[in-house]
């Protein structure tokens, strides 16, 4: 959703005869401990070590005109309905009374912390590049006793102690604006914690939802460490059949609407990515996702919303040679050009949003947040409590002294187009040595719209060796011939949803998140080779076709 117009923008009353215009917060500078004249004030105690925290006092304006969320309490485990958070760390809200001595909490002190000062050096916008950053980048320096000295909000005193299972109140206040900025859910008694990173959240999630015996709907490709993590749980995961856009509602409305108790019990949660989907790099449309949130409303489907791709959404494919369209002009452009996420249709409270870090920022960090109701972001810090605890206060001090502190939101967002631009000139080059290098005859591909992966559909019907050779042989053979030649490309059977369900479909996922360009063609053309080697079609030499594979002797017709 896009920030509001200048005409929109609010006009709140300081006293009766006085008022102040609110300034638009994409445009107006940073100010301590406020969002550009928008920030709500807080209580000095909210920083502190430790400290409980209420999500619903960083919203920027007011809810309460929203529906409230669904109660999901017949859904919920009893594990996660029983939970009542630790004990020890109820007491921490007196901490930061006047005048306390606390002999309570086994905090130990700063004093015996060995880090008197931390020192990152980062980009400044907009000169994200690393030559760039190297020249002019700007050294952001936390010190021990920063936020007892007055100096900043967030120290490495506070930091690097205990702290809730919720996350630090500083960074939490940035991921909730964030949040609303771009997503605005329409409910009420929204809430935002932070995760230990997505993986971790999902874990959780089906802890909290689920049971032994119990079925998760995913799309029929789906990211592999999801049904190894629900596996251990007793969790079968059942695949919901897509097209290029993504799973397929009116697939899944028939899956649920013809359900046979014999397979189980009917299932009730769904797990998706709709942005640059993992391995697939599909993407659901605006109308693909209210058709599925339109589903999910019919059958009570509580919906796990996994979206670390959703910044990378990228420029539209114009074709081989072709240059992208400019990217977005504005901050207001570029929200405006991102899909509408499911939290932002979300009138229910029955979506669950995993965002991460991991993929715009740093994986290393692990951290990420949750958005859901505040019963299930009750439910999940309670379990956060007495599990993981609060993610890593290094991490939250870095991304804290980066995100809130130096770049704030806008330049948050600068950060986010300029990776979109390079992830969309990554994609272009995997294309184009598609184009130029793999045998159009027998692979195919839809170029993705996000993400991070290239989606390539083998046509093994047209094999030499089929049907004297299962698909899964001939996919393990394609995969070996690829190795040997030099590319590491991952088998799409290993990202079945559901591995005993019958598959008439031979994929293959490559990344071109990583490697340079050159290395990036090199990978296709050999893939490509391999590709020619295994079915018996003519090799390519300097980008041509020259001869044949020897295979068999025989071309693929």
Not at 251 to 263: F, G, I, K, M, T
Not at 349 to 354: F, N
Not at 491 to 508: C, E, I, L, Q, V
């Amino acid at each position: 959703m896009s920030p509001p117009p200048p005409a929109a923008i609010e006009v709140e009353a300081v006293t009766d005869t006085t008022a102040v215009t609110i300034p638009d917060p994409f445009t107006a500078p940073f100010k301590p401990n406020e969002l550009y004249g928008r920030r709500r004030k807080t209580e000095k105690s909210q920083w502190g070590v430790a400290a409980p925290v209420n999500t619903a006092n960083f919203q920027l304006q007011k809810h309460d005109h929203k529906p409230v969320a669904k109660r999901w309490d017949h859904r919920m485990t009893h594990e996660a309905l029983s939970r009542e958070g630790a004990s020890l760390k109820k007491a921490a809200k007196y901490l930061g009374l006047p005048g306390m001595i606390s002999l309570g909490g086994g905090l130990p002190s700063s004093e015996y912390f060995p880090f008197e000062s931390l020192s990152v050096k980062v980009p400044t916008p907009p000169h994200f590049s690393e030559p760039a950053t190297a020249a002019s980048g700007t050294t952001l320096h936390a010190g021990k006793h920063d936020l007892a000295n007055g100096r900043a909000l967030y120290d490495i005193s506070t930091a690097f102690n205990y702290a809730q299972g919720t996350g630090s109140a500083q960074l939490l206040r940035f991921v909730t604006e964030h949040t609303e900025l771009v997503h605005n859910p329409p409910y009420a008694d929204w809430r935002t914690t932070l995760s230990i990173g997505s993986t971790s959240a999902l874990d959780m999630a089906l802890r909290m939802f689920t049971h032994r015996g119990d079925i998760l709907l995913s799309e029929e490709y789906t990211f592999a460490t999801a049904v190894e993590t629900a596996a251990p749980l007793g969790v079968r995961v059942v695949g919901v059949p897509m097209d290029a856009e993504g799973l397929v509602p009116a697939a899944l409305d028939a899956l649920l609407s013809a359900w046979d108790d014999a397979r189980g019990p009917k299932p009730f949660l769904l797990y998706t990515v709709p942005t640059g989907q993992n391995p697939t790099g599909a993407t659901q449309g605006a109308a693909r996702r209210r058709a599925l949130y339109a589903v999910a409303r019919k059958h009570d489907l509580f919906v796990l919303e996994d979206e670390p791709y959703y910044f990378l959404q990228m420029q539209p494919y114009a074709g081989p040679g072709t240059p992208p369209p400019p990217p977005p002009a504005s901050h207001a452009e570029f929200l405006a050009s991102l899909v509408p996420s499911l939290l932002s249709m979300d009138v229910d409270g029955r979506v669950m949003r995993l965002d991460s870090f991991s993929k715009v920022v740093s994986p290393g960090a692990r951290i990420g947040w949750v958005t859901a109701s505040e019963q299930v972001v009750r439910a999940y810090a309670r379990h956060a409590d007495v599990s993981t605890q609060s993610p890593c206060g290094m991490s939250q001090l870095v991304l804290w002294k980066l995100l809130d502190e130096h770049w704030g939101h806008a330049g948050y967002l600068d950060w986010l187009i300029h990776i979109r631009l390079e992830y969309t000139r990554r994609r272009d080059v995997i294309l184009q040595a598609c184009e130029r290098f793999l045998p159009k005859e027998v692979v195919s591909w839809e170029p993705p719209m996000a993400g991070m992966f290239h989606w390539l559909r083998i046509a093994f019907t047209k094999h030499p060796d089929y049907p004297a050779k299962s698909i899964q042989e001939l996919e393990e053979e394609i995969w070996l011939a690829g190795i040997e030649a030099g590319a590491l490309v991952m088998r799409g059977s290993w990202f079945y949803a559901d591995k005993t369900a019958p598959h008439d479909t031979m994929f293959f996922r490559a990344t071109y998140a990583a490697v340079p360009s050159e290395k990036l063609q090199e990978a296709i053309r050999r893939f490509g080779d391999a590709v020619r080697v295994s079915f018996g079609l003519k090799k390519m030499e300097n980008g041509v076709e020259n001869g044949d594979a020897g295979k068999n002797g025989s071309e693929v017709k």
